[in-house]
C-alpha cells in the first residue's frame, strides 16, 4: 500500500520530485530520467513507468534553468528510439514464449489484444501512433517484433514516432510548462495529459470489445 501510495505520488507531483532529483543527484539527473523513458518504451514489464506528464514536467523545468532543454530532448530522444529497439527484438526472439494472462497485473493479455486492435487499424503506423498512448506504447514495439515487421520500416516509424513525441511533450513543457496557470495548477494538467494520452487508447478498446459482442 505504501508503495502505491508512493507511485501516485510520484504521478501527482512530477515537478516536486523532478525538483529534489536535480537538486540531489545534479546532472545525473539526465541519466535517471533516459533509463525511465528507456524502460517505459523498452520493456515490457514496466508500462507503469511516467512518459507523457514525465517529458512535459521535464521540458517545463528545463525552462526554470535546472536542466538544458536541447540536451534533455536528444538523450530522451535516443532513449525512446533504443527502448523501442530493444522491445521489438525481445518480441522478436522471447515474444512466443511470453505468458500473457488477464490474472497477471503487468503481462495483461488485454494490452496485448488492446495493441493488436491498433495494428488493425493503423497497420505499421502504429508504431507512430502509440508513441502518444500510454501502455500500446510499450507494447506496440512489441507486437512488431513478434509479428516479424520489416525492421527498415518499423525503424523509420520508430525514429519519426520518437521525434514526434519527445519533441512536442519536451517543448510544449518548455514553453508552456511556467505560464502561472499551467504551474499552479501542474496537478489537474498532469491529469489532462494523461486523460487524453489514454482517450484514443480507451476509444479502440471500447469499439474492440463491441465488435467481439457483435460477433
Excluded: C
Aim: proline content about 3%; glycine content about 10%; hydrophobic content about 50%.
Amino acid at each position: 500500500m505504501e508503495y502505491l501510495k508512493g507511485f501516485i505520488d510520484l504521478f501527482l507531483h512530477l515537478d516536486k520530485h523532478l525538483n529534489e532529483l536535480v537538486s540531489q543527484y545534479g546532472i545525473w539527473t539526465y541519466l535517471i530520467l533516459f533509463l525511465i523513458i528507456f524502460a517505459e518504451t523498452g520493456l515490457v514489464v514496466t508500462p507503469f513507468l511516467p512518459g507523457d506528464s514525465l517529458l512535459f514536467a521535464a521540458g517545463a523545468l528545463a525552462a526554470t534553468g535546472a536542466l538544458e532543454v536541447h540536451t534533455l530532448a536528444i538523450l530522451l530522444l535516443i532513449a525512446a528510439i533504443i527502448g523501442d529497439t530493444v522491445n521489438f527484438w525481445i518480441g522478436y526472439f522471447f515474444g512466443h514464449k511470453i505468458k500473457f494472462d488477464n490474472k497477471n497485473r503487468i503481462l495483461k493479455k488485454d494490452y496485448l489484444d488492446r495493441t493488436h486492435a491498433f495494428y488493425e487499424k493503423y497497420g505499421g503506423k502504429t508504431i507512430i501512433f502509440a508513441r502518444f498512448v500510454p501502455i500500446v506504447r510499450t507494447f506496440a514495439p512489441f507486437v512488431a517484433g513478434l509479428g516479424s515487421m520489416n525492421y527498415t520500416k518499423f525503424m523509420f516509424y520508430n525514429i519519426t514516432g520518437g521525434v514526434a513525441w519527445i519533441v512536442s511533450f519536451i517543448y510544449g513543457g518548455y514553453f508552456f510548462g511556467n505560464i502561472p496557470f499551467i504551474k499552479k495548477n501542474f496537478t489537474i494538467v498532469v491529469f489532462v495529459i494523461i486523460f487524453i494520452s489514454i482517450l484514443p487508447g480507451i476509444i479502440e478498446y471500447g469499439k474492440m470489445k463491441l465488435e467481439v459482442r457483435k460477433k
